[in-house]
């Protein structure tokens, strides 16, 4: 190779390097850097009134995601040791829930909010196709503000359903 090749080469190194090196430093090393949150929040707010905090105990433990307008959520069922069930929505009211099925091989609960009040419930939408391992994934907190980026790490699998 002559060094009129090596130039070229080299000059799209230093490019390369000169525009890694920026984006680095502004957003840090870690991927739930309050600038990536600050610049993923947009996103998690489209999902903010579907997730809620699950308390167990009187302790927050998860969050759960809303499944049903007529009060079914989705979360990890290991979080749930004690007694009484509650759940806080996006808008601070907390109601007390009940466990009406678990899928232990999975860690799933499905709970259900036990409450003669009005609540409006939005449930989550999903839209088109899964996202393939190695996506980028947006946690959204309860007030549809991001508390965690993350990796699609496996691929989607079926969750068999039983009726209730």
Known sequence: MTYAAKVPLQALTMVLCFLLIPVSSLYGQGRDNGRMI?????????VGDSVVQVLSGGSPVVLGTVVGADGYLLTKRSELSNDPIKVRLADMRVFPARVAAVRRENDLALLRIESQADISLKPITFVGEPPPVASFLISAGRAGRAIGIGVVGAPQRSIEHLSL
């Open 38 to 46: 600050q610049l993923v929040n947009p996103v998690a707010k489209t």
